[in-house]
Nanobody, 124 residues
């Protein structure tokens, strides 16, 4: 499956952005999807994930209550709505996919496909 992330940009602290990740090539609804981010000099870290049906969602503690992950299987797209952004959220954001219909959280190392990343920069 090919993943194309978009929606990043420059925003002031307290602002919002919505990231999108469009998938093509395989049956999207059979994939669990995740968002990850990597800031300069830091390891890639988990942000949010959603099961194949959208029935289960998971969030990192640092974004819980501010970010919302969702998916539209008819459009082969997963979204990350990011509110109340802070400079600490500045990073390249990546979407990832794993073929599974399980509902538990997929570890970072088990994702099979990755998008190219989209830059999110939050100014103070």
């Amino acid at each position: 499956v090919q993943l194309q992330a978009s929606g990043g940009g420059l925003v002031q602290a307290g602002g919002s952005l919505r990231l999108s990740c469009a998938a093509s090539g395989r049956t999207f609804r059979n994939y669990a999807m995740g968002w990850f981010r990597q800031a300069p000099g830091k390891d890639r870290e988990f942000v949010a994930a959603i099961s194949w049906s959208g029935g289960s969602t998971f969030y990192a503690d640092s974004v819980k209550g501010r970010f919302t992950i969702s998916r539209d299987n008819a459009k082969n797209t997963v979204y990350l709505q990011m509110n109340t952004l802070s400079p600490a959220d500045t990073a390249v954001y990546y979407c990832a996919a794993k073929s599974t219909i399980a509902t538990m959280l997929v570890p970072l190392g088990e994702y099979e496909y990755w998008g190219q990343g989209t830059q999110v920069t939050v100014s103070s």
